[in-house]
Nanobody, 125 residues
Framework: VRLVASGGDSVQPGGALTLTCTAS????????VGWFRQTPGKEREGISC????????YYRDSVKGRFTTSRGNGKNTVSLHWNSLKQEDTAIYFC???????????????????WGQGTQVTVAS
């Protein structure tokens, strides 16, 4: 059972990027999936949630309108895509699953059953 976040890169402000969360050993489609990010000296914060049935998505206000999360159509993946990257988006990004829909929708990482390794995103001119 494993979860891996990938796709991190160094990009310029205003650019676009897609991160991918890939599961192995279990069906990611059966679970809610959250994305979190962390910068040095700060707590990890949840930024998006895709519900277990994929019928709802939630975004923190700071990323709403720029970020989109979706499933990978049978690829056992969930992606996080965003446009209009800002310098404040610089962080290590993590995906997480094995979490109930309610806590996921509240961007809570307290009950996460499985964390993926992080991937670094750097936004700079």
């Amino acid at each position: 059972v494993r979860l891996v976040a990938s796709g991190g890169d160094s990009v310029q402000p205003g650019g676009a990027l897609t991160l991918t969360c890939t599961a192995s050993g279990f069906a990611l489609d059966d679970y809610a999936v959250g994305w979190f990010r962390q910068t040095p000296g700060k707590e990890r914060e949840g930024i998006s949630c895709l519900s277990e049935n994929s019928d709802a998505t939630y975004y923190r206000d700071s990323v709403k309108g720029r970020f989109t999360t979706s499933r990978g159509n049978g690829k056992n993946t969930v992606s996080l895509h965003w446009n209009s990257l800002k310098q404040e988006d610089t962080a290590i990004y993590f995906c997480a699953t094995h979490i109930n829909d309610y806590l996921c929708s509240k961007f809570s990482g307290g009950d996460v059953g499985l964390w993926g390794q992080g991937t670094q995103v750097t936004v700079a001119s």
